[in-house]
């Protein structure tokens, strides 16, 4: 019977020689930076939501904006 640990030795074994090669590259570094982006934006909506909500501002569901 192979021991329960045999197997995911021998293949890390393996995979060891591989890891030197992979690298992330211009893909990698693309998605990190839409990533980022995608984050910049989100925080300056949620900024302006809540200085919104905070200030007491904001309009019910149905209410007509008085000017």
Known sequence: MMDMNAAPLYLASLSADF???????VLG????AGIATALYFLMKSMRR???VTRS???LAAGD???D
């Open 29 to 32: 570094f693309i998605v990190i």
């Open 56 to 58: 007491g501002t904001f």
């Open 64 to 66: 007509k904006h008085e």
């Open 19 to 25: 890891k030197a090669d992979i690298t992330p590259g």
């Open 49 to 51: 939501h809540l200085s």
